[in-house]
């Protein structure tokens, strides 16, 4: 579970900062009803635009999928032991696992736009 809490810890501070960076709130950590397993980054501006992660502490795996509007395949992180996580065959660290889940599945989405 540290690592789960590390992984969520990360994900919001890197929203809060990619907002600062973009002089406006264009994305926020939506509460979960279940802040042990689950972790939702959503648009401010179109509710579809999301991310939901999911932890299974059962199985170690750590699945990040996006919502309707964000046309890209989930992301599935198997934690390992010593603070690292596994995706396929690139081991990375748990910021590493932010870092991609937010530029595949957050930042691009948003640099295309939006008509609303």
Same mark, same amino acid.
């Given at each position: ?8 810890? /990360? ?28 972790? !939702?980054?959503?648009? /401010?501006?179109?509710?579809? +635009? ?5 932890? +299974?502490?059962? !199985?170690?795996?750590? /699945? ?26 690139? #081991? ?19 640099? #295309?736009?939006?008509?609303?």
């Amino acid at each position: 579970m540290e690592l789960w809490d590390r992984f969520r810890s /990360t994900a919001e501070h890197h929203v809060v900062e990619g907002n600062a960076e973009a002089g406006e709130r264009l994305w926020e950590v939506v509460p979960s009803p279940d802040p042990a397993r689950r972790l !939702t980054i959503r648009s /401010t501006r179109w509710n579809n +635009d999301n991310v939901e992660c999911a932890f +299974d502490a059962s !199985t170690g795996a750590l /699945t990040c999928a996006p919502g309707a509007a964000i046309g890209a395949p989930p992301l599935v992180f198997q934690l390992m032991p010593g603070g690292m996580v596994r995706r396929g065959a690139l #081991e990375c660290t748990v910021d590493d696992a932010v870092n991609l889940v937010l530029d595949e599945l957050v930042w691009v989405d948003d640099a #295309e736009g939006r008509e609303s």
